[in-house]
Every structure is written in structure tokens, then in C-alpha cells.
């Protein structure tokens, strides 16, 4: 392994040895059960701290790519069969702190500064009707903070907004089709399932392991629609390995779509988010959603989904005709809150605080 650092770029050092390692273990330069070489010695070899070594193993083993063997070292534990190094019994269940998000931290003066500025400075703009998919201001909003967060990149004419999670849900549905079968995980978040209960479609409940939906489950279903949260499932608490995040992907062929839900990411402990199936896909077949409820308050009825770039066309023909659900006010007020930088100083304080927790 032969790794170059560029100690003036503005990416962080761990950052830069972080995603060379993934990418030689994605890639299989480095495989299942290779040992990795010390901290120090990539510290030497780099010209760097072990310091910097140390946080970029850290982010691999907090994703599941690495797992630390006391008095052995660091081992490779991705597999694209979504295997393990060491025996399921002997392995932590990969969850997320649970607890609910710390809405008495929500800066709910600043947020009422900000519905005051707009009702002053947009005057009856707010009672004028927006496109279909959303405000052009509040999407654009959406995009930037998606680009500075995630590193999602994509354009406004692929954001849909619509009111909380269960709309969206529907307005899949009518645009995939109901004659497709779709899937979820077992236990999930209830209201997924009576969603499709309600809209008359077919759908399979796919049992949890410890790092995901079982292997043998996901193959022998006959879904073309696979409707997951990653990060932390609800009510299980379960997240997603890196291994079984690209079975995910390569299962996603042909005529399939995943629904990624990305549930309470933002305030992850990690000090770099868990990289999301969309950003990850090679496909255009991940539909991103992501709401407000956790991040601010459940009363904030928005939610929004990117699409992927095949199904723009696809939306509009079939669903465009809806009208936005989320009144011009509140996309406005949440726009203006994420623009000036309070929604995301909101996030960095419950972080820290979780840290500290």
C-alpha cells in the first residue's frame, strides 16, 4: 500500500488517509481479514502524526470497514457477502446511542426572529402559490446545506417537497407503481407499513440482523422496491454496516430502487457523517428522504426527497400535477434558517452535547 498525502489541501490529513484505506478495501486491494499496517508505521511512512492515523481508523471502524483486535491489531472485516471477521456472537450490535432528539435545545427564539424577518422583508410573496415540487429558494436551500453536510450534489429540479415522511411515502408509490412489490425492514418504523397498507400495494417485512437486513432475506424476495434507514433504524436502533450498505447496492439492479430514509444523521457523534446509499450509488436508482421532525420539531410537517435523475421525468408525468403540501411560509422560514447558518449551529450544539453525554 502506497498512500500520498497533500499536507495544503484543504481536506483534513485523517480525511485523505480515511478515504484511501476505504477505497483499497472497496476495491479489494485490501480483503476480508487482511491485517492493516500499524499507526505508527503509516504515521512515518505519511510524515504524519499518529494522531492523524489513529482518527482516520477510527472513522473505519465506527462504519464498519475495520475492527480493532486487542494486542493483534486492525483487521479488515468489509466483505461483500456482509461476512464478519470474527463469529456474529462475538460482535457488538452496531447501534446508535438511542434517546430522542434534545428538542428543548431547539433555538426557538431565533427561530421566531426568523418567521418575523420573512413576514417582513417577502411582505405577500407568502400567500403566493409555488411550483409543484417545492419553493425554488427553499430547495436551493436545501441543496447547499445537502452539498456542505452529506456530499450530496445534485440540482433543485431533482428536490420534492412535500408534508412530513407518510406523504412522501404515497407519492412514491404513485410514481414507482403499484404493481411492484416493495420491501422494508422487520421491525420498522409502523406507519411505512400501513402507508402501503393503505395505498392496496404488495410488501414484504424483512427480518433485521445485527448490521442490517438478514442476507438471506434480501435475496429471496421477490421486492423491486427496498425501503430502508441506514443510519439508525426505528425502533431497533440498528445501523447499516459498510458491508451491508454495498450489498444493498449491488442488490439495487436492473429495475430496482432503494428508499433510503435517512433518519436522525445530523446529529450523529461521528465527526464525519456515515456516507449515504445516494451519494454512494453508481446506479440512479436511490431515492434520498429526509424531514424536519427529528432535527427541529415532529409539529414541522416538511419533509423533502432527491430523486434520482431517471425519475424526474417520471414524476412529473405521473404526480407533478400534486400541489405542494408545505405552505410558501414555512418553506420561506426554514429556507432563511438554514441560509443564515442557525439550523446548522443548531445541529453542531446537540453533537457536542451528545459528545459530552
Known amino acids: 500500500m502506497k498512500y500520498l498525502i497533500d499536507k495544503q489541501a484543504s481536506k483534513p490529513v485523517y480525511l485523505q488517509i480515511y478515504e484511501q484505506i476505504r477505497s483499497d478495501i472497496t476495491e479489494r486491494v485490501l480483503k476480508y481479514g487482511d491485517k492493516l499496517p500499524s499507526k505508527r508505521l503509516i504515521g512515518e511512512e505519511l510524515g504524519v502524526s499518529v494522531i492523524s492515523v489513529e482518527?482516520?481508523?477510527?472513522?473505519?471502524?465506527?462504519?464498519?470497514?475495520?475492527?480493532?483486535?486487542?494486542?493483534?491489531?486492525?483487521?479488515?472485516?468489509?466483505?461483500?457477502?456482509?461476512?464478519?471477521?470474527?463469529?456474529?456472537?462475538?460482535?457488538?450490535?452496531?447501534?446508535?446511542p438511542a434517546g430522542a432528539a434534545l428538542e428543548n435545545d431547539f433555538p426557538f427564539s431565533v427561530y421566531t426572529k426568523t418567521m418575523r424577518r420573512v413576514i417582513s422583508e417577502y411582505g405577500d410573496e407568502i400567500m403566493q402559490k409555488c411550483q409543484n415540487s417545492g419553493h425554488a429558494e427553499f430547495k436551493k436551500a436545501i441543496s447547499d446545506y445537502l452539498a456542505r453536510s452529506r456530499g450530496i450534489k445534485v440540482s433543485e429540479s431533482r428536490i420534492v417537497v412535500g408534508s412530513g415522511a407518510e406523504y412522501l411515502y404515497g407519492i412514491i408509490i404513485q410514481m414507482l407503481g403499484r404493481d411492484r412489490i416493495y420491501a422494508t425492514e422487520k421491525p420498522s418504523y409502523e406507519k411505512i407499513e400501513a402507508v402501503y397498507k393503505a395505498n392496496g400495494v404488495k410488501y414484504e417485512l424483512?427480518?433485521?440482523?445485527?448490521?442490517?437486513?438478514n442476507s438471506i432475506?434480501?435475496?429471496?424476495?421477490?421486492?423491486?422496491?427496498?425501503?430502508?434507514?441506514?443510519?439508525?433504524?426505528?425502533?431497533?436502533?440498528?445501523?447499516?454496516?459498510?458491508?451491508?450498505r454495498h450489498e444493498y447496492l449491488r442488490w439495487a439492479a436492473g429495475d430496482r430502487f432503494i428508499i433510503e430514509e435517512?433518519?436522525?444523521?445530523?446529529?450523529?457523534?461521528?465527526?464525519?457523517?456515515?456516507?449515504?446509499?445516494?451519494?454512494?450509488s453508481r446506479n440512479d436508482n436511490v431515492i434520498y428522504l429526509n424531514t424536519f421532525s427529528k432535527t427541529i420539531s415532529p409539529a414541522v410537517r416538511t419533509g423533502y426527497m432527491i430523486l434520482p435523475e431517471k425519475l424526474v421525468s417520471v414524476f412529473e408525468k405521473r404526480v407533478g400535477f400534486y400541489s405542494c403540501s408545505v405552505p410558501v411560509f414555512e418553506q420561506l422560514v426554514l429556507a432563511n434558517f438554514i441560509m443564515s447558518g442557525d439550523f446548522e449551529r443548531h445541529i453542531n450544539r446537540v453533537r457536542r452535547k451528545k459528545r459530552r453525554g
Open 55 to 96: 482518527h482516520a481508523y477510527s472513522l473505519l471502524i465506527d462504519e464498519g470497514y475495520i475492527i480493532p483486535r486487542e494486542r493483534s491489531g486492525y483487521f479488515v472485516c468489509y466483505s461483500e457477502s456482509g461476512g464478519f471477521l470474527h463469529p456474529i456472537s462475538d460482535m457488538p450490535v452496531h447501534r446508535k
Open 206 to 213: 424483512l427480518e433485521l440482523g445485527v448490521d442490517g437486513i
Open 262 to 280: 435517512d433518519f436522525e444523521s445530523e446529529f450523529s457523534v461521528l465527526s464525519k457523517p456515515e456516507e449515504t446509499l445516494f451519494s454512494m
Open 217 to 244: 432475506a434480501l435475496s429471496a424476495t421477490g421486492a423491486s422496491v427496498l425501503h430502508i434507514t441506514p443510519y439508525r433504524s426505528y425502533p431497533s436502533g440498528i445501523t447499516a454496516s459498510a458491508s451491508k
